[in-house]
């Protein structure tokens, strides 16, 4: 069993930052990808940026340039800088740890854009 703790997420302005940290602990596993997904309220759940193990990203098209991916495979860890957040990016965000044939979701974290 692999378990998922997402932190960082809270209310910020328009055009505001916000840092997301997502942690997998387990034991017996090799975690390959991870990343973060999105569900804003009456919507389905999204992509929003991904990493493998060996740094490589993917981001969805509405956050590319604004937010970045990032990892610390020593650490099982993963974060998602955003940048220049804007109200649509109001949603709840789910980290999720890759393991072979297997996904591990965290709990998610709130984050509103609002002034």
């Known amino acids: 069993q692999v378990q998922v703790v997402e932190s960082g997420g809270g209310l910020v302005q328009p055009g505001g930052s916000l840092r997301l940290s997502c942690a997998a602990s387990?034991?017996?596993?090799?975690?390959?990808?991870m990343g973060w997904y999105r569900q804003a309220p009456g919507k389905q759940r999204e992509l929003v940026a991904t990493i493998t193990s060996g740094g490589s990203t993917n981001y969805a098209d509405s956050v590319k340039g604004r937010f970045t991916i990032s990892r610390d495979n020593a650490k099982n860890t993963v974060y998602l800088q955003m940048n220049s957040l804007k109200p649509e990016d109001t949603a709840v965000y789910y980290c999720?740890?890759?393991?072979?044939?297997?996904?591990?979701w965290g709990q998610g974290t709130q984050v509103t854009v609002s002034s």
């Open positions: 999720y740890a890759g393991v072979v044939g297997l996904r591990y």
């Open positions: 387990g034991r017996g596993f090799s975690i390959y990808a």
